[in-house]
């Protein structure tokens, strides 16, 4: 019997920026159907990890495979149409726009008109506070309204792993809990997610796995809810006692 590889897997990976390493033999892979959560200090390579993924960045050695084949060296919109979708640092959205053709942007590389009719209504569904803003310029959006434009666009693509840089970055604690479950949601919704996360506490509860890292390398791999629990991260990640 063959075994499905990984929707998303890195394999020995190192990165440089001209001089500065920025990964040292990185690997890590999200299983499909995972929430999966990348952890680490400030300068630790992990919006590095993103832009590979997209092929933003190029690894100077290693491989990085979707369900298996290598898409080192594609451009990133060929690795979106393989079903990786983004929700990109700060959020990117066409400011001047509507918040309608922002959704529409997401689904950019698709010709299936109708079909992406079904999926504005859909993902429409899955966001209410979007669909009240249909017709609004999205610079003129809040913060985590913006975010939530931002998760919507993503889905416009019909990905099947969404990656995401940050997602509650800047938002109010009650937003953080609205972006968290949505996350949820869309994970539901079959949609594997890998994604960078400060609100490490709140992140290891919707997710399945995560890893640590530390100046380019993976330190620690492990079940989210032993992660939780496990001191090392509590100290440096979670506010030590206090986030019991
Ligand atoms: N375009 C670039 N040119 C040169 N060095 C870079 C570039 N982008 C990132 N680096 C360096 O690579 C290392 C990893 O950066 P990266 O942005 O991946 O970290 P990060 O973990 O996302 O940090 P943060 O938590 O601050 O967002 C850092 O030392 C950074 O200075
Ligand atoms: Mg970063």
């Not at 890195?10 to 990348?38: K, M, N, W």
């Not at 949505?182 to 919707?206: K, T």
Request: proline residues 4%; glycine residues 10%.
């Amino acid at each position: 019997m063959t075994q499905t590889p990984p929707i998303l897997e890195l394999r020995d990976v190192d990165t440089f920026y001209g001089p500065v390493q920025a990964h040292f033999g990185l690997s890590l892979r999200v299983e499909r159907g995972e929430i999966v959560c990348l952890l680490g200090g400030n300068a630790s390579g992990k919006s590095t990890t993103m832009k590979i993924i997209l092929g933003l960045v190029k690894p100077t050695a290693g491989d990085v495979l979707i369900d298996g084949v290598s898409v080192l060296g594609l451009s990133t919109p060929r690795i979106v149409r393989l079903g990786v979708g983004t929700v990109p640092e700060a959020r990117r959205l066409f400011g001047a726009m509507s918040v309608r053709e922002n959704l529409l942007m997401g689904a950019f590389t698709r010709n299936d008109k109708a079909a992406v009719a079904a999926d504005l209504e859909r993902v429409l569904a899955l966001f209410p506070r979007v669909a009240e803003r249909i017709g609004q310029q999205a610079g003129t959006l809040s913060g985590g309204e913006q975010q939530m434009v931002a998760m919507a666009r993503a889905l416009m693509a019909r990905p099947r792993i969404i990656i995401m840089d940050e997602p509650t970055m800047g938002l109010s604690p009650l937003w953080v809990d609205r972006v968290l479950s949505l996350i949820r949601d869309i994970n539901g919704e079959g949609v594997s997610i890998f994604m960078v996360e400060q609100n490490a506490n709140l992140a290891l509860q919707i997710a399945d796995r995560g890893y640590v890292l530390q100046t380019g390398r993976v330190v620690i791999e492990a079940a989210a809810a032993d992660l939780l629990v496990d001191t090392r991260i509590r100290d440096a990640y979670l506010g030590g006692a206090e986030a019991a």
